[in-house]
């Protein structure tokens, strides 16, 4: 196979088949979804430390570029950058592996939580485990600001200014996030025709250690082939589909986990911007549309969520397996809500990992053009004050029990309720701080620490 020519004329070194061999890449990847903690910003900072610091399979600026191609997609954009590096690493296997080893844990995790859930009233036992979880995650999403800050590349001042302007526009304006993203590609790309430095790469420093596998003017091996792509969306819309149509088939149109499969099916191509910016649909469907949870029950769902591996859109299999529980039909209400698990996580996942598979070879080949590289500069500018936009929020909302708006002129502020601190959150997460910080231990010991400090506080003092 030959390989593809840049418009220089010179050409340009192929990524193999497999850069590393599988079986190594699939353990990576399972011990990476056992930390995917925190929501997107964790999830990010631990990729970005197993695989461009630790292991050096790919460099900084490779995996910012794929961050920010993943941000423009529909879906969790974290298990989409997963599934691009493994396909990156290991080709269509690879992108399989790692998409789907992504989001395992976390289906197990909250199907248990889920079944707990269902058949407890009291789920005190749930919530002293995860007492000391929540207060921790902090630590490491911070850790994610401080590092992909630090690495993604702010050498210009247009593209601090783009971070600084995505975290005000998201904290205090309530801006749409497909629109901030929108603006920060079109400035950057204005700006790279002006300064065509604006998408260089940053210095050294922002990227020290050996070269990495996989070096920058590396292309992928494979190629575009528009009729492989045609392919591939029409064989992964058709798996897509499947289960849906054959839940309706057996159970008939009116069933819930039919209508739970055209509803997630929906909800998993309109998600841009993570899990936050389509929780309020989500929320609002389910609870006054359906039915299906009571208005505190998402609350919940959302709480077991963040707190359990994998990305926070999961919260959609809590939502769907408590509505096939509830409302069986003619199955049992186990095997209706574990069916209704495993289809409502098939139908969120799939179309992301679809995104990658058809669109990564067409965006490796674009990586050289200079317009595009210059908007996605902007994007991974952005993608800094998004992650600050999380991270200020998860914060505000772990800390304390209660928060309150000031209306100014256009902007909402969202502050603390002083009063309604909580005093084990709090100490939980400057242990976290200090165990992830000063001491810079592992993300799973620090949240075998936290964890266990949680479980003695919540119990010794549950009303703290």
């Given at each position: 196979?030959?390989?593809?020519?840049?418009?220089?004329?010179?050409?340009?070194?192929?990524?193999?088949?497999?850069?590393?061999?599988?079986?190594?890449?699939?353990?990576?990847?399972?011990?990476?979804?056992?930390?995917?903690?925190?929501?997107?910003?964790?999830?990010?900072?631990?990729?970005?430390?197993?695989?461009?610091?630790?292991?050096?399979?790919?460099?900084?600026?490779?995996?910012?570029?794929?961050?920010?191609?993943?941000?423009?997609?529909?879906?969790?954009?974290?298990?989409?950058?997963?599934?691009?590096?493994?396909?990156?690493?290991?080709?269509?296997?690879?992108?399989?592996?790692?998409?789907?080893?992504?989001?395992?844990?976390?289906?197990?995790?909250?199907?248990?939580?889920?079944?707990?859930?269902?058949?407890?009233?009291?789920?005190?036992l749930?919530?002293?485990?995860f007492?000391?979880?929540?207060?921790?995650?902090?630590?490491?999403?911070?850790?994610?600001?401080v590092?992909?800050?630090?690495?993604?590349?702010?050498?210009?001042?247009?593209?601090?200014?783009?971070?600084?302007?995505?975290?005000?526009?998201?904290?205090?304006?309530?801006?749409?996030?497909?629109?901030?993203?929108?603006?920060?590609?079109?400035?950057?790309?204005?700006?790279?025709?002006?300064?065509?430095?604006?998408?260089?790469?940053?210095?050294?420093?922002?990227?020290?250690?050996?070269?990495?596998?996989?070096?920058?003017?590396?292309?992928?091996?494979?190629?575009?082939?528009?009729r492989?792509?045609?392919?591939?969306?029409?064989?992964?819309?058709g798996?897509?589909?499947?289960?849906?149509?054959?839940?309706?088939?057996?159970?008939?149109?009116?069933?819930?986990?039919?209508?739970?499969?055209?509803?997630?099916?929906?909800?998993?191509?309109?998600?841009?911007?993570?899990?936050?910016?389509?929780?309020?649909?989500?929320?609002?469907?389910?609870?006054?549309?359906?039915?299906?949870?009571?208005?505190?029950?998402?609350?919940?769902?959302?709480?077991?969520?963040?707190?359990?591996?994998?990305?926070?859109?999961?919260?959609?299999?809590?939502?769907?397996?408590?509505?096939a529980?509830?409302?069986?039909?003619?199955?049992?209400?186990?095997?209706?809500?574990?069916?209704?698990?495993?289809?409502?996580?098939?139908?969120?996942?799939?179309?992301?990992?679809?995104?990658?598979?058809?669109?990564?070879?067409?965006?490796?080949?674009?990586?050289?053009?200079?317009?595009?590289?210059?908007?996605?500069?902007g994007?991974?500018?952005?993608?800094?004050?998004?992650?600050?936009?999380?991270?200020?929020?998860?914060?505000l909302?772990?800390?304390?029990?209660?928060?309150?708006?000031?209306?100014?002129?256009?902007?909402?502020?969202d502050?603390?309720?002083?009063?309604?601190?909580?005093?084990?959150?709090?100490?939980?997460?400057?242990?976290?701080?200090?165990?992830?910080?000063?001491?810079?231990?592992?993300?799973?010991?620090?949240?075998?620490?936290?964890?266990?400090?949680?479980?003695?506080?919540?119990?010794?003092?549950?009303?703290?």
């Open positions: 196979m030959s390989k593809p020519t840049p418009p220089g004329g010179t050409e340009s070194p192929t990524v193999q088949a497999d850069v590393i061999p599988l079986k190594e890449a699939t353990k990576a990847w399972f011990t990476i979804s056992l930390q995917t903690f925190g929501g997107p910003a964790g999830q990010i900072a631990v990729m970005q430390r197993v695989l461009v610091e630790e292991k050096r399979w790919i460099s900084q600026r490779r995996f910012l570029f794929a961050l920010s191609f993943c941000t423009l997609l529909p879906g969790p954009e974290a298990q989409q950058l997963a599934t691009y590096v493994g396909w990156l690493l290991n080709g269509v296997r690879g992108a399989l592996i790692a998409g789907c080893l992504f989001v395992l844990p976390g289906f197990v995790a909250l199907l248990a939580f889920s079944a707990l859930y269902a058949t407890s009233a009291d789920t005190t749930v919530q002293a485990l007492a000391g979880l929540g207060p921790a995650v902090i630590a490491i999403v911070l850790d994610a600001v590092r992909v800050g630090k690495k993604a590349g702010l050498h210009h001042p247009a593209l601090v200014a783009i971070a600084i302007g995505t975290f005000v526009a998201l904290s205090f304006f309530d801006a749409p996030f497909p629109l901030v993203i929108a603006i920060a590609a079109l400035i950057g790309w204005l700006l790279g025709r002006r300064d065509p430095h604006l998408a260089a790469p940053p210095s050294t420093a922002a990227d020290t250690g050996p070269v990495p596998l996989i070096a920058d003017d590396q292309l992928h091996f494979d190629r575009p082939n528009t492989r792509a045609i392919l591939t969306t029409a064989i992964g819309l798996l897509w589909a499947a289960p849906v149509l054959l839940a309706a088939a057996l159970l008939g149109r009116a069933h819930v986990l039919v209508t739970e499969g055209v509803f997630f099916s929906g909800a998993a191509v309109v998600t841009f911007g993570g899990a936050y910016a389509v929780l309020t649909f989500v929320a609002q469907q389910a609870v006054t549309t359906y039915g299906w949870l009571a208005p505190g029950e998402m609350v919940r769902g959302l709480a077991l969520a963040e707190t359990t591996p994998g990305p926070l859109i999961m919260v959609v299999q809590f939502v769907a397996f408590l509505a529980y509830r409302n069986p039909g003619t199955l049992n209400p186990w095997t209706a809500a574990i069916l209704a698990s495993i289809l409502t996580t098939w139908v969120t996942f799939v179309p992301s990992i679809l995104f990658i598979l058809v669109g990564a070879p067409y965006v490796e080949r674009l990586r050289k053009n200079t317009s595009l590289s210059s908007a996605l500069a994007i991974t500018a952005a993608v800094v004050g998004v992650i600050a936009n999380l991270a200020t929020f998860f914060a909302h772990t800390l304390f029990r209660s928060t309150a708006r000031f209306d100014l002129g256009p902007a909402r502020i502050y603390p309720v002083l009063n309604s601190m909580n005093g084990q959150a709090v100490t939980i997460a400057i242990l976290g701080a200090v165990l992830a910080f000063g001491l810079r231990w592992s993300v799973l010991r620090t949240l075998g620490v936290c964890a266990i400090a949680g479980v003695v506080l919540h119990l010794a003092m549950p009303t703290g």
